[in-house]
């Protein structure tokens, strides 16, 4: 009722009604029209009456109130139903600057973000020096953690998290298997990679998390992180990664002095992807 309230006759096309109109906003009998569905059937969808309710249905009627993506999810879960994927809203496109202000106050420790697709999109300081993500170079965190040599070798426990990243990119590909941007990097690492090829047919599927990162870095020696993997509902197509210096190999210490005028001096690009 309140978000048919919102929206007015003029906004779905109608006439007003003029000084005649009580209802704010559209009729019941407005919405069952407009969405094509029978108004005693609209009048028990919003008495919450126990009906049986189609997504496609649910649809047309979220089209009509204007619904946004997360209110559309919401309507679905109040049907009892599975909602729909999540989206990017029009206003939430824009939100780099704040994402930027995110990692960079994660400093020392590295951090970055990429798209649905393990592509690279923004980091900090602390990942360009101890994660070698730095501008000017396409990354992938998939197809870089199969192919790029010196993350191989600076990776100890390389064989350890190989499985669990390709399970967790095929847990991405099968919830959009029809997704063109999944399929055209999924042939790219196998085209690249036999070993990649030989994990993804295992067909093993994990959830993103965490992953216990065992570096050796030229300038600090070993580094141990946890890289925790979030995302914001708003940005659904987006992913932010963080590293936390766990207490192992005075990971922390070591980052901070990384990160120290003095060892800004000495800092290289020592691992990629």
Known sequence: MSRR???TPADAGLPDGGARRRTPGLRREE????AGVGASWYQWLEQGRDISVSPQVLDSVGRVLRLSNAERRHLYLLAGLNPPEREVEPEKQDMCDG???LIDTWMPYPAHIMDRYYNGVLHNDAAATVLGMRP????NCLIDFFTDPMYRARARNWEQNARTVVAQFRALCSASPDDEGFQAVLAEARASSPE????????DIEDAGQILKELDHPLLGELCLESSVMQMPARPD????LHTPLNEANTAAKLQWLASPEGRRGAMYPVAG
């Open 238 to 241: 987006l992913s932010i990664v």
């Open 196 to 203: 990649f090829t030989e994990l993804w047919e295992r067909r």
């Open 99 to 101: 994402l930027r202000r």
């Open 136 to 139: 000017g170079k396409r990354w």
């Open 5 to 7: 309230a919102r929206v």
């Open 31 to 34: 919405v069952a029209v407009l």
